[in-house]
């Protein structure tokens, strides 16, 4: 049997398995970004939080606990494997007497994939409050005193002139993390949770096809992180007001003209 019958036979037997492989690592990458990105933004306005000679002294205490509070929290899951941090939180939270084999199974939803969302969405917190840190650092200091000079309070002025701004600037290396988030959501299968990567060991547990078995999520990787990059491409796009291609084999843009 060819390589190629056997992918076929793969398909044909188990295309119900890949599919749902691909459901959940969409679905691990899109709440995983989307919450992280809330997430992210929480962090960065504690890590940026200005500590006034005005301020009562147990303000400003509190404001030195929320940004090493923040600035741990950042380095830990920043400089730690995620799939460390999923080894972690899924046998270390039985401590706490949480035991996610326990939550219910119903099809992709069961307490693997809970694990897999908490884990995926703080690693990506981490990453996006230093995404949107940059993003507000990068915003001319001159808009927020002209805004405060306007009568805005610090937090009008942040989520209304400020915010608005760096997540324009950074919407590029935001929808990057999800393409991240797309592939690295492979690891998490090391908890039990049945991803796209996964899927194969089911797939090929029988037939031994595994070689087959991996070109198949090698394809379909590929094709979710060019429609991901194509997703990008367009909103970029607009928001420029350009025709913008961006090559997902390059790390640069190729601008084209109208003409």
Same mark, same amino acid.
């Given at each position: ?8 036979? $793969? $398909? ?6 890949? +599919?749902?492989?691909v459901i959940?690592?969409?679905? +691990?990458a ?7 990105l ?5 962090? =960065? ?16 205490? +509190?404001?030195?606990v929320?940004? %090493?509070?923040a ?8 400089g730690?494997?995620m799939?460390v941090?999923a080894m ?7 401590l706490?007497g949480?035991n ?11 307490g ?8 995926i ?14 993003g ?6 001159g808009?927020?005193e =002209?805004s405060?000079?306007?009568g805005m ?7 209304? %002139?400020?915010?608005p701004?760096a997540?324009?600037?950074t919407?590029?290396?935001i929808?990057?993390?999800y393409? %991240?988030?797309v ?14 990567? =996964?899927s194969?060991?089911?797939a090929?547990n029988?037939n ?10 090698a394809?379909?990787?590929?094709? $979710? ?32 003209s109208?003409?």
């Amino acid at each position: 049997m060819s390589s190629w019958d056997k992918i076929v036979k $793969l $398909l044909e037997d188990y295309y119900q398995t890949f +599919l749902n492989g691909v459901i959940s690592t969409l679905l +691990l990458a899109i709440v995983g970004t989307g919450i992280g990105l809330l997430i992210g933004i929480i962090v =960065a306005l504690g890590r940026n939080i200005k500590i006034k000679e005005t301020d009562r002294f147990i303000i400003k205490i +509190l404001k030195r606990v929320t940004k %090493v509070l923040a600035s741990i929290y950042v380095n830990f899951f920043r400089g730690t494997p995620m799939m460390v941090q999923a080894m972690i939180i899924f046998f270390g939270s039985s401590l706490f007497g949480i035991n996610w084999t326990n939550m219910g199974s119903w099809w992709i939803f069961n307490g693997y994939m809970y694990c897999g969302l908490f884990v995926i969405t703080i690693n990506t917190g981490a990453y996006m409050s230093e995404i949107i840190r940059s993003g507000l650092n990068g915003i001319d200091k001159g808009q927020e005193e =002209a805004s405060r000079s306007l009568g805005m309070s610090y937090w009008k002025t942040m989520f209304l %002139v400020i915010m608005p701004q760096a997540l324009r600037n950074t919407l590029p290396t935001i929808l990057n993390e999800y393409i %991240v988030n797309v592939k690295d959501s492979s690891v998490l299968n090391v908890i039990g949770l049945t991803e796209l990567y =996964a899927s194969v060991s089911i797939a090929t547990n029988k037939n031994y096809f595994k070689v087959e078995g991996y070109i198949i999520i090698a394809i379909i990787y590929l094709v $979710l992180t060019l429609l991901a990059t194509l997703l990008v491409n367009i909103i970029q796009r607009k928001l420029d007001g350009k025709k913008i291609f961006i090559n997902p084999f390059k790390h640069t843009k190729e601008v084209i003209s109208y003409e």
